[in-house]
C-alpha cells in the first residue's frame, strides 16, 4: 500500500473531504505554471486538521481549490472528494451547487468578502435562502441563532448593523455565522485569525473547537502560525515549495518533528516562554513549486542536505503516526531528546536549530 493509498479515501471508512494527487496550474504568459503538487490528505467528521507552512508554501492555493476559487485560467488535476463525488470532474454547474451548499470559507480579512453596504442580515440570510430555499423569516430566525451561537451579543441587533459598525473580531464571527447557516460538511479557515490581536485569536480559536465540539464541524485550518495549529488541530499537514512534507497525527510534529523543514519551522516561531537574543530564522528563502530545484526542493536551506538530495525526489513515506517527505527520514539527523509532553522538540534545543 502506497502512502498516498494509506492517506486517502480507500483505507477510511468515513471522510467528509479528500484530497489525492491534486495539482493546480497557474495560467502565466499563457503557460501553466504549478502552485500545488500532488496534494493528498483527508478530514473525517468533526476532524480539525491543520495545513501549515511558509507564506507562498501553496496552503491557500489548496483551499482555493477545494473551494473552486481558483484565479482566471488555472487549472486543477487530482481527486477532490466531497462525499461520493471528484468537484474536479463534476459538470461546471453541479461543482458550484456542491461548493456554494457543502463548502464554508472564512479568511483573514472579512472585511474583504463582506459587502460593505450590506447589513448583517443580508449577509446572513442570502446563502440560506439560495441554497436551503429558506423563507425570509425562516431565515432571519436561523441567522439570529446562528450568530449568538458564535457567540455575539444582542444578535438582533447586529442583523441591522453595517460591517463598519463591527469590529474585526465581531466580523470575523458574522462570517462564521455566515459560513455555517447553510450547513456546510466542511469549513476552510485560511489565516482567519491572523489579523486579530492576540486575545480575539484565541477566542475564535475556542468557537472553532467549541463548533467542532456540539457540531461536528469538520474544519481545515491553514495558518502559518505553529501555536494556533498546536491548540486546536487533531492532524497536521505541512506544506513546502506547493508539496505535503510531513503529515502527523496529533502533537506529532511538536513531540518528534521528522522533516528538517518541519524541525525549523518549529525552532523559528517565537516562544512566548523563552527570551532569546535573536529569533533563529530558516536560511535562504521559500520556494515556490513553479521555482522548486531538482530532487528535494528544500535541499538548498536544509542543514542535513547530502549529493542525493539535490538529484533524488523524496517520496511521501509512512512512517510511525503520519508520513515524511525526506530521503534521510529513517536517520537519527538531530540528537536532542524526545519532547516531554507539553514541551515542543524545540524547546528543548534552546531554539538554536535554525541558526544553519
Ligand atoms: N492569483 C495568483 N496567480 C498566480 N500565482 C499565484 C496567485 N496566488 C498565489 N500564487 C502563487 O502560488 C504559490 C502559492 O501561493 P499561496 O497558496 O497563496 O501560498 P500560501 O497561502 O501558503 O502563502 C505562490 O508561489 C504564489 O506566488
Ligand atoms: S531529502 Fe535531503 S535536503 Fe530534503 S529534507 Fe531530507 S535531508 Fe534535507
Ligand atoms: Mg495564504
Known amino acids: 500500500m502506497t502512502a498516498t493509498d494509506v492517506m486517502t479515501t480507500s483505507a477510511l471508512p468515513q471522510v467528509t473531504l479528500t484530497l489525492e494527487g491534486v495539482t493546480t496550474y497557474v495560467r502565466m504568459r499563457k503557460l501553466l505554471r504549478p502552485v500545488i503538487l500532488d496534494v493528498g490528505f483527508f478530514v473525517r ?30 487549472v486543477a488535476e487530482g481527486v477532490v472528494g466531497l462525499g461520493e463525488e471528484n468537484l474536479l470532474t463534476v459538470s461546471r454547474r453541479r461543482r458550484r451547487e456542491v461548493q456554494g451548499k457543502q463548502i464554508g470559507m472564512i479568511f483573514q480579512d472579512p472585511k474583504a468578502y463582506i459587502d460593505p453596504l450590506w447589513r448583517v442580515e443580508v449577509h446572513m440570510t442570502e446563502g ?40 474585526g473580531g ?4 458574522v462570517m462564521i455565522a455566515g459560513a455555517l447557516s447553510v450547513e456546510p460538511s466542511i469549513l476552510l479557515a485560511d489565516e482567519a485569525t491572523t489579523a486579530l490581536d492576540v486575545t480575539t485569536q484565541a477566542e475564535i480559536v475556542s468557537l472553532l473547537g467549541r463548533l467542532r465540539a456540539e457540531r461536528g464541524l469538520s474544519v481545515l485550518f491553514i495558518t502559518h502560525d505553529l501555536a494556533l495549529a498546536d491548540q486546536i488541530c487533531d492532524r ?29 519551522l518549529l525552532a523559528a516561531r517565537p516562544n512566548i516562554r523563552k527570551r532569546v537574543a535573536r529569533l ?6 521559500p520556494t515556490s513549486a513553479m521555482d522548486a530545484p531538482s530532487g528535494c526542493a528544500f535541499h538548498p536551506r536544509c542543514r542535513f542536505a547530502v549529493e542525493a538530495c539535490t538529484t533524488t525526489f523524496p517520496q511521501l513515506t509512512a512512517v510511525s503516526g503520519g508520513f515524511v517527505r525526506c530521503i534521510r527520514a529513517g536517520e537519527q539527523l538531530w540528537s536532542e531528546p524526545r519532547a516531554e509532553k507539553g514541551q515542543t522538540a524545540s524547546e528543548t534545543e534552546g531554539n538554536s536549530a535554525a541558526g544553519g
Open 236 to 264: 497536521i499537514c505541512v506544506m513546502y515549495a506547493g508539496r505535503i512534507v510531513e503529515v502527523r497525527e496529533g502533537r506529532g510534529i511538536f513531540e518528534d518533528p521528522l522533516h528538517p523543514y518541519t524541525k525549523d
Open 170 to 173: 465581531m466580523l470575523q464571527r
Open 128 to 167: 440560506m435562502r439560495v441554497h436551503l430555499g429558506l423563507s425570509k423569516s425562516e431565515a432571519r430566525a436561523r441567522a439570529i441563532d446562528l450568530l449568538s451561537a458564535v457567540g455575539l451579543d444582542q444578535p438582533e441587533r447586529r442583523m441591522r448593523q453595517f460591517p463598519e459598525e463591527l469590529s
Open 280 to 285: 533563529p530564522v530558516i536560511k535562504g528563502t
Open 45 to 74: 467528521p468533526g476532524e480539525i486538521v491543520g495545513l501549515v507552512g511558509e507564506s507562498g508554501s501553496g496552503k491557500s492555493m489548496t483551499a482555493r481549490t477545494i473551494a473552486g476559487a481558483l484565479p482566471r485560467g488555472a
